[in-house]
């Protein structure tokens, strides 16, 4: 993995956060907040274990076995909080 | 060992020992039943969870993810630097991540001390019970990590790794990696979502 794309992917991530939260500072949470920071939180995770993990050229029982991981764990989250705004 | 596919050389294993991929998903299973506990229980106390949320430093817990994804960033410069053979830059890297480590612990350290010095403690609501166990049981991952991380750096600085030879690095730095990747979730979960 390059030096430079290393870089970009951090920079991607910081302001990702930022992102999450200047969400959590404007208000009030909807449906559409929960999902938005969901998504955020899974392409940061998706981006920390393919390329700081450096999984993106392992083969996919792997790969598949971590960002399994990632996408259940989120989707139960997601669905906690969906019963919650009902 | 190594597959081709589609032009792509697949590694069969993922970087650093297996013993400590078989740590990591350990891990990972352990914090997936957290997360879900959190998140379900939530559902029961809604006002509880919505009102005690308010009460934590979401601004402490930006601080620390951006912290901890540093320290991500560095361990992966530091893993790159040692596969061009640049021993004493890949050191430097390793350092900067332990020092990411301690930063996280410093700005915990004072996000606790603040609520604590408010008599809040385990017991002090189902919210603040998962809240402390939560991020303490993370917390003590970050503590881990940084021992780990110090000690592949004490190797790294006496030229114990090259770009032939830096599997105990790669171990360490996929360790540091899980750390940061859990509190991708955990900070969301913990301090923005209401």
């Known amino acids: 993995m390059s030096a430079h794309f290393l870089n970009v992917i951090w920079v991607a991530l910081m302001v990702a956060t930022l992102m999450t939260w200047f969400i959590g500072k404007s208000g009030q949470m909807t449906a559409n907040t929960v999902i938005a920071i969901l998504l955020i939180a899974a392409v940061k995770g998706w981006l920390i274990v393919y390329d700081f993990m450096a999984l993106r050229r392992v083969k996919l029982l792997w790969r598949g076995i ?15 909080y969906w019963l919650g705004l009902k | 060992m190594t597959s081709h596919t589609a032009g792509h050389k697949l ?4 970087p650093g020992d297996l013993a400590i991929w078989v740590f990591i998903l350990a891990e990972l299973f352990a914090f997936f039943v957290l997360f879900s506990a959190y998140a379900f229980t939530r559902l029961k106390h809604l006002d509880l969870f919505n009102e005690m949320q308010r009460t934590l430093d979401s601004d402490a817990g930006m601080i620390n993810t951006l912290l901890l ?44 001390g603040a609520k604590f010095s408010l008599g809040i403690n385990l017991d002090t609501n189902l919210f603040y019970t998962f809240y402390i166990a939560l991020t303490m049981f993370h917390a003590m991952h970050v503590l881990l990590g940084m021992t780990i991380l110090g000690f592949v750096w004490k190797k790294a600085a006496q030229g114990g790794y090259s770009a032939h ?11 540091w990696h899980m750390v940061d990747l859990v509190w991708i979730i955990l900070f969301p979960l913990v301090y923005i979502m209401r």
């Open chain 2, 69 to 112: 994804i540093t320290g991500s960033w560095c361990v992966a410069r530091a893993v790159a630097a040692i596969k061009a053979n640049h021993a004493v830059a890949s050191a430097r890297w390793l350092l900067a991540t332990i020092g990411t480590g301690c930063g996280f612990l410093v700005v915990k350290y004072f996000e606790y």
């Open chain 1, 66 to 80: 971590v960002l399994g991981w990632l996408l259940m764990t989120l989707a139960l989250i997601l669905l906690a």
């Open chain 2, 165 to 175: 030879d830096h599997h105990g690095m790669e171990t360490g730095a996929s360790y």
């Open chain 2, 11 to 14: 590694h069969e294993y993922p």
